[in-house]
């Protein structure tokens, strides 16, 4: 079997409070996949579970190593999914609110790509 592509979706996520790296990269997750439908899974690919589907994900964010996988990957409703986080995105000055608990002005700025494959017997 070989994995063929079937759609490249990107996108891109904030956390303009908090901080934090991982609700920047799920957002820009959650950014990619919003506005799509996956018909050609069923009609052309012939699966019969979107499970079947193999999800790859990746995302270029400020401090990488704080991003915690699971939480990212939650963001895909199907899929046999895997992420791959690499140093990227921007930090932006912002203005950090008490009531929000920000630690300083930063604001995370995360992109991602959302990769669509299926296993298949064609070349």
């Known amino acids: 079997m070989t994995c063929k592509r079937l759609v490249i979706e990107m996108g891109m996520g904030v956390d303009q409070h908090g901080q934090e790296p991982t609700v920047a990269a799920a957002r820009a997750v959650r950014n990619a996949i919003a506005h799509n439908a996956l018909p050609g899974v069923w009609e052309v690919a012939g699966l019969s ?20 996988e699971a939480e990212v990957l939650a963001v895909l409703p199907f899929g046999r999914k895997s992420l791959k986080v690499e ?3 921007m930090v932006v000055q912002g203005r950090a ?3 929000f608990n920000d630690k300083n002005d930063d604001m995370f700025v995360a992109i ?12």
Do not use: C, H, K
Request: aromatic letters at 6%; proline letters at 11%.
């Open 49 to 68: 579970d979107p499970n079947e589907m193999i999800v790859e994900v990746q995302v270029a964010v400020p401090y990488p190593e704080q991003v915690r």
């Open 112 to 123: 991602a790509a959302v990769t669509v494959l299926i296993e298949t017997q064609w070349n």
């Open 97 to 99: 609110i008490p009531q």
């Open 87 to 89: 140093s990227g995105g």
